[in-house]
């Protein structure tokens, strides 16, 4: 086990936008922590990673969008991983209609990297 | 105290200017540390929480990297060490009154002590006196930032 490894699993997409910023405020904490955060996108948390998506999500009427807290998390170093099944079930091609910046992984990955993790956190 | 663009900047202090933190050597050869006017006006001002990091006590933390966190309701940001040293205390005080940090940044609002690894040999890396207040207050310029 990595104890400066960290991660963030993501459920939570466009249907419920007052839980997608505080999942990436944390994620920026923990990078600005020296923690090496990884999010990992699956469910309807990869809705997010679509083109145009995040713009339109706002966790807080008259706030900012979640995409402005995804590039701060993004800026502070946290690397954004998907589950490649999630994107099957929302018909998402993940080759040109993600955002830059997203590594596609399977769901193998996840238990994998779980172990490395000291904290794994569910949104 | 020089006031720069309105932020209080003391001349006696040693700056990494690139992250806005000061450093102050100390009579038994330990470093305090904290964080400038210009960076808690970055901020945004009240801040929620200033934590040094628990786990990084007793550890050598490299010059540049994060010592602890400030966070308030709209920004979270590391607070990088000015100088490479072992974390040796937070400032306690911080954890009832974060706000300590902005509005007494160079006395109460001090937020960790190291003990410095090089001193000596760093310190040539930071900015201080009136030259370093120069090379600062260059810095705000090119940032467009004031405390105003």
């Given at each position: 086990?990595d104890?400066?490894?960290v991660?963030?699993?993501?459920?939570?997409?466009p249907?419920?936008?007052?839980?997608?910023?505080?999942?990436?405020?944390?994620?920026?904490?923990?990078a600005?922590m020296?923690y090496?955060?990884?999010?990992?996108?699956?469910i309807?948390?990869?809705l997010?990673?679509k083109?145009g998506?995040?713009?339109?999500?706002?966790?807080?009427e008259?706030?900012?969008?979640?995409?402005?807290?995804?590039?701060?998390?993004?800026?502070?170093g946290?690397?954004?991983?998907a589950?490649?099944?999630?994107?099957?079930?929302?018909?998402?091609?993940?080759?040109?209609?993600?955002?830059?910046?997203?590594k596609?992984?399977g769901?193998?990955?996840?238990w994998q990297?779980?172990?490395d993790?000291?904290?794994v956190?569910?949104? | 105290?020089a006031?720069l663009n309105g932020?209080?900047?003391p001349?006696?202090l040693?700056?990494?200017?690139?992250?806005h933190?000061?450093?102050?050597?100390?009579?038994?050869g330990?470093?305090?540390?904290?964080?400038?006017?210009?960076?808690?006006?970055?901020?945004?001002?009240n801040?929620a929480?200033?934590?040094?990091?628990r786990?990084?006590?007793?550890?050598e933390i490299?010059?540049?990297?994060?010592?602890?966190?400030?966070?308030s309701?709209?920004f979270v940001g590391?607070?990088?060490?000015?100088?490479?040293?072992?974390?040796?205390?937070?400032?306690?005080?911080?954890s009832s009154?974060?706000?300590?940090?902005?509005?007494?940044?160079?006395?109460?609002?001090?937020?960790a002590?190291?003990?410095?690894?090089d001193?000596?040999?760093?310190k040539?890396?930071?900015?201080?006196?009136?030259?370093?207040?120069?090379?600062?207050?260059?810095k705000?310029?090119?940032?467009?930032?004031?405390?105003?």
């Open positions: 086990m104890d400066e490894k991660m963030l699993i993501m459920t939570s997409g249907d419920t936008p007052r839980r997608c910023a505080t999942p990436f405020f944390f994620a920026t904490l923990g600005a020296e090496d955060v990884t999010m990992f996108f699956t309807d948390g990869t997010l990673l083109k998506i995040a713009e339109t999500v706002y966790p807080k008259g706030g900012k969008p979640v995409s402005e807290f995804m590039q701060d998390a993004l800026d502070a946290v690397k954004f991983v589950c490649t099944a999630s994107t099957e079930l929302h018909d998402i091609d993940p080759a040109t209609d993600l955002i830059d910046d997203v596609m992984v769901g193998a990955w996840m990297e779980a172990e993790c000291e904290t956190l569910t949104f | 105290m006031k932020c209080d900047l001349e006696d040693y700056y990494l200017i690139e992250k933190v000061w450093a102050k050597p100390m009579d038994d330990t470093v305090r540390v904290g964080m400038t006017a210009v960076a808690g006006n970055l901020a945004g001002g801040l929480g200033v934590t040094v990091k786990k990084s006590m007793g550890k490299p010059q540049g990297k994060s010592m602890a966190t400030i966070e309701s709209k590391p607070v990088p060490a000015p100088v490479t040293g072992v974390l040796l205390r937070g400032n306690d005080k911080l009154d974060p706000n300590l940090a902005v509005s007494d940044p160079y006395g109460e609002g001090w937020i002590e190291l003990q410095p690894a001193w000596d040999g760093e040539d890396s930071l900015a201080t006196g009136l030259d370093g207040l120069a090379a600062y207050q260059t705000l310029d090119a940032d467009g930032v004031s405390c105003n």
